[in-house]
Protein backbone atom coordinates (compact mmCIF):
# COMPACT_ATOMS: atom_id res chain seq x y z
CA UNK A 1 0.00 0.00 0.00
CA UNK A 2 0.69 3.68 -0.43
CA UNK A 3 -0.17 6.60 1.16
CA UNK A 4 0.78 10.40 0.65
CA UNK A 5 0.89 13.63 2.23
CA UNK A 6 -1.84 15.72 1.46
CA UNK A 7 -0.33 18.23 -1.30
CA UNK A 8 1.77 16.01 -1.47
CA UNK A 9 4.49 18.49 0.65
CA UNK A 10 7.90 17.07 2.02
CA UNK A 11 7.09 16.56 5.65
CA UNK A 12 9.21 13.41 6.18
CA UNK A 13 12.71 13.94 5.58
CA UNK A 14 14.57 14.39 2.42
CA UNK A 15 16.49 12.23 -0.35
CA UNK A 16 20.51 12.47 0.05
CA UNK A 17 22.93 10.81 -1.93
CA UNK A 18 19.31 8.59 -3.55
CA UNK A 19 18.90 7.34 0.30
CA UNK A 20 16.00 8.13 2.82
CA UNK A 21 16.95 10.71 5.39
CA UNK A 22 14.39 10.89 8.07
CA UNK A 23 13.74 13.50 9.50
CA UNK A 24 11.70 13.36 13.54
CA UNK A 25 8.48 12.95 11.82
CA UNK A 26 9.35 10.58 9.45
CA UNK A 27 10.97 8.41 12.40
CA UNK A 28 7.28 9.07 13.51
CA UNK A 29 5.88 7.53 11.10
CA UNK A 30 7.81 4.64 10.82
CA UNK A 31 7.64 4.30 14.69
CA UNK A 32 3.44 4.07 14.18
CA UNK A 33 4.00 1.54 10.98
CA UNK A 34 6.13 -0.92 13.49
CA UNK A 35 3.11 -0.65 16.55
CA UNK A 36 0.36 -1.86 13.58
CA UNK A 37 1.65 -5.49 15.14
CA UNK A 38 1.07 -4.68 18.05
CA UNK A 39 -2.48 -3.35 17.80
CA UNK A 40 -3.45 -5.80 15.14
CA UNK A 41 -2.02 -9.23 15.89
CA UNK A 42 -3.08 -10.89 13.16
CA UNK A 43 -0.95 -8.79 10.79
CA UNK A 44 2.50 -8.75 9.78
CA UNK A 45 4.65 -5.61 8.69
CA UNK A 46 6.83 -6.44 5.86
CA UNK A 47 8.98 -4.34 3.79
CA UNK A 48 8.20 -0.40 4.15
CA UNK A 49 9.80 2.85 3.35
CA UNK A 50 8.84 6.25 4.64
CA UNK A 51 9.71 8.96 1.68
CA UNK A 52 10.28 12.46 1.88
CA UNK A 53 5.90 13.41 0.99
CA UNK A 54 4.43 9.36 0.75
CA UNK A 55 4.67 6.20 2.95
CA UNK A 56 5.03 2.37 0.65
CA UNK A 57 4.79 -0.76 2.82
CA UNK A 58 4.22 -4.28 2.54
CA UNK A 59 1.33 -5.83 4.93
CA UNK A 60 0.05 -9.31 5.54
CA UNK A 61 -2.85 -9.53 7.04
CA UNK A 62 -4.26 -13.32 8.42
CA UNK A 63 -7.89 -13.83 8.49
CA UNK A 64 -7.75 -17.01 10.36
CA UNK A 65 -8.06 -17.87 13.92
CA UNK A 66 -5.32 -18.92 16.19
CA UNK A 67 -2.47 -19.07 13.29
CA UNK A 68 0.17 -16.87 12.25
CA UNK A 69 1.47 -17.36 8.98
CA UNK A 70 4.72 -16.22 7.35
CA UNK A 71 4.65 -13.88 4.26
CA UNK A 72 6.44 -16.78 2.61
CA UNK A 73 3.62 -19.25 3.72
CA UNK A 74 0.93 -16.79 2.56
CA UNK A 75 1.55 -16.21 -0.74
CA UNK A 76 2.12 -19.86 -1.53
CA UNK A 77 -1.44 -20.49 -0.56
CA UNK A 78 -1.10 -22.98 2.31
CA UNK A 79 -4.19 -24.23 3.09
CA UNK A 80 -5.97 -21.90 5.67
CA UNK A 81 -7.22 -23.75 8.90
CA UNK A 82 -10.28 -22.82 10.28
CA UNK A 83 -12.62 -20.36 9.33
CA UNK A 84 -12.08 -16.47 8.86
CA UNK A 85 -12.16 -14.65 12.18
CA UNK A 86 -15.49 -12.68 12.79
CA UNK A 87 -14.25 -9.07 13.67
CA UNK A 88 -10.88 -8.78 11.92
CA UNK A 89 -9.51 -5.44 10.97
CA UNK A 90 -9.81 -4.78 7.47
CA UNK A 91 -6.89 -3.03 5.51
CA UNK A 92 -9.08 0.24 6.06
CA UNK A 93 -9.19 -0.87 9.29
CA UNK A 94 -5.52 -0.51 9.60
CA UNK A 95 -4.92 2.78 7.56
CA UNK A 96 -7.63 4.56 9.19
CA UNK A 97 -5.41 3.65 12.85
CA UNK A 98 -2.11 4.44 11.22
CA UNK A 99 -2.96 7.68 9.98
CA UNK A 100 -5.00 8.47 12.66
CA UNK A 101 -2.12 7.87 15.37
CA UNK A 102 0.68 9.21 13.09
CA UNK A 103 -1.69 12.28 12.22
CA UNK A 104 -1.99 12.91 16.51
CA UNK A 105 1.47 12.09 16.79
CA UNK A 106 2.39 15.20 14.39
CA UNK A 107 0.10 17.79 15.49
CA UNK A 108 1.52 17.02 19.26
CA UNK A 109 4.87 17.85 18.11
CA UNK A 110 4.05 20.75 16.06
CA UNK A 111 3.28 22.37 19.01
CA UNK A 112 6.11 21.06 21.15
CA UNK A 113 8.65 21.11 18.58
CA UNK A 114 7.09 23.70 16.01
CA UNK A 115 6.99 21.13 12.93
CA UNK A 116 5.97 22.59 10.13
CA UNK A 117 2.05 22.93 10.22
CA UNK A 118 -0.47 21.48 7.87
CA UNK A 119 -4.03 22.48 7.11
CA UNK A 120 -6.45 20.62 6.45
CA UNK A 121 -5.13 16.85 7.16
CA UNK A 122 -2.07 15.29 7.34
CA UNK A 123 -2.65 12.41 4.85
CA UNK A 124 -4.46 12.52 1.92
CA UNK A 125 -7.79 10.80 1.98
CA UNK A 126 -7.09 7.64 0.33
CA UNK A 127 -4.28 5.03 -0.17
CA UNK A 128 -3.38 2.89 -2.95
CA UNK A 129 -3.73 -0.69 -2.22
CA UNK A 130 -2.07 -4.01 -4.52
CA UNK A 131 -3.21 -7.80 -3.73
CA UNK A 132 0.37 -9.33 -3.84
CA UNK A 133 -0.51 -12.80 -5.36
CA UNK A 134 2.64 -14.49 -5.69
CA UNK A 135 6.24 -14.81 -4.49
CA UNK A 136 7.97 -13.05 -7.33
CA UNK A 137 5.43 -10.43 -6.91
CA UNK A 138 6.36 -10.09 -3.68
CA UNK A 139 9.91 -10.05 -4.49
CA UNK A 140 9.08 -7.30 -7.13
CA UNK A 141 7.12 -5.05 -4.79
CA UNK A 142 10.04 -5.41 -1.92
CA UNK A 143 12.51 -4.37 -4.49
CA UNK A 144 10.39 -1.23 -5.93
CA UNK A 145 10.09 -0.15 -2.31
CA UNK A 146 13.79 -0.30 -1.44
CA UNK A 147 14.98 1.41 -4.50
CA UNK A 148 12.51 4.00 -4.44
CA UNK A 149 14.70 6.59 -2.66
CA UNK A 150 16.98 6.17 -5.70
CA UNK A 151 14.59 7.34 -8.20
CA UNK A 152 13.64 9.83 -5.94
CA UNK A 153 14.74 12.49 -8.78
CA UNK A 154 12.22 11.19 -10.57
CA UNK A 155 9.12 9.86 -8.75
CA UNK A 156 5.93 11.68 -9.87
CA UNK A 157 5.65 12.67 -6.05
CA UNK A 158 8.65 14.52 -5.94
CA UNK A 159 7.27 18.19 -6.32
CA UNK A 160 10.97 18.29 -8.27
CA UNK A 161 11.27 15.43 -10.05
CA UNK A 162 12.96 15.87 -13.36
CA UNK A 163 11.22 15.01 -16.45
CA UNK A 164 13.17 14.06 -18.50
CA UNK A 165 15.90 12.01 -17.97
CA UNK A 166 14.85 8.56 -20.12
CA UNK A 167 18.68 6.92 -19.14
CA UNK A 168 18.56 6.81 -15.49
CA UNK A 169 14.70 5.81 -15.43
CA UNK A 170 15.38 3.46 -17.83
CA UNK A 171 18.27 1.57 -15.21
CA UNK A 172 15.54 1.83 -12.54
CA UNK A 173 13.33 0.36 -14.54
CA UNK A 174 15.25 -2.56 -15.81
CA UNK A 175 16.02 -3.18 -12.02
CA UNK A 176 12.60 -3.82 -11.17
CA UNK A 177 11.72 -6.07 -14.35
CA UNK A 178 10.17 -3.34 -16.77
CA UNK A 179 7.97 -1.87 -14.05
CA UNK A 180 7.80 1.81 -13.25
Request: charge should be neutral; hydrophobic fraction near 35%; aromatic fraction near 8%.
Amino acid sequence: MTVCIEGRRCLLGEIVDEEMRLNDAGRMVDKWWKELENKFPSIEIDAFMTMPNHFHGILVIDQCPGTRRNVGAALRGRPEVGHPRRGAPTLGDIMDWFKTMSTNGYIREVKTQGWPPFSGRLWQRNYYEHVIRNESELTLIREYIQMNPTKWAFDKENPMAIQTAPAKKEEIENILGGKP
